[in-house]
């Protein structure tokens, strides 16, 4: 087997209108790269395949998407995923391919094992597909009559799809009038068998955001207001009877404004100043539940998911034990939050500093937030 001249040929041709953005799918940036280059590298780190042919849309390029000069070999695509193949499977030619991989940049989780089990299919059979198990019971639309297939006959296509050079491009030059989602197909429709092997669950293909993976992201914020004279304090929207209260342009709640700083750190979003200027009069003794529902619906609007918060209180008086389950409670509400999500900690500085002297309040948040990735269109984080 060792005479195989095995080739890759990268789909990245398409637009992928149903990701939010103007972006072309394979060009946005996911863990620092582009989609399409994490299955390049892949490819690239695998010692059985030679050649690696990307194929791009032209329109792209002249949209001013980059691809490293003298690095990538690539070839102009088609108007359909079909054509883009094909025009790959041409490029190859004269170079004494004999198999050649398929693959859509569209899932950039493609791990070496799956390469390794579609190239010993190859071994034996003409053309091979990694397939996954369907999980749901699907259903087929039948003149409005739904039919329920048996779940046990069916499977889901992936890629890299393999193929013996020549049989495949035969193929695609017979098939020009008809239109294929896969490249398993035209050899269905030629008659010619096609073996699977065991698919990969994480070689997902990303085709709408929900397919993308989600992000933790940690947000950290810290704010100090003084004591003077009162009868009541504020903390975490909590009232606490004593002879000292927080002063400050609103409630001047110490702890949701670490927490309200802490979430819009992890949202990258500037810090509560920015939001709530305190020289401006409507804030003035603002109930700061304003400001952490307004960080909240920030995070909301951003597909952001906070899941945990860890929040520690720093001075002398008043005794935190006493109201921190009311403020866990109250602060889970807040955020609509299971109360084991939100932890409210409290600690001296041993009579040292401002709070040690009893002079104000210290507090401190980390908030976690899942996201779902952003993939941003902005491609000069790794073409450096
Ligand atoms: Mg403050």
Known sequence: MNSRKIAAIIVAAGEGTRLPGSCPKAYRVLHG??????????FNMHPAIGEIMLVVNPNHLSQGQPLPVGEVTYVEGGKTRQESVAKGLKALEEKGTTHVLIHDAARPFLD???????????EQHPAVIPAIPVKDTIKRMDEGRVVTPDRHSLCAAQTPQGFRYDTILQLHKKYTDRHATDDAQLAEWAGIPV???????ANKKITTAEDLPMEARTGMGFDVHRFIPGDSLRLCGVDIPSNVKLEGHSDADVGLHALTDAILGALALGDIGMHFSPNDLKWKGADSIVFLRHACALATERNARITHIDLTLICEKPKINPYRDAMRSKVAEILNLPVDAVSVKATTTEGLGFTGRGEGIAAQAVV?????????????????
């Open 33 to 42: 790269k582009p989609l399409w280059r994490h299955s390049y590298d892949v």
């Open 112 to 122: 070496r094992a799956l390469i390794d089990r579609v190239l010993e299919g190859l």
């Open 195 to 201: 073996h699977v092997v065991a698919g990969d669950e």
């Open 368 to 384: 976690t937030v899942l996201q779902q990735f952003r993939i941003p269109a902005i491609l000069s984080l790794w073409n450096r």
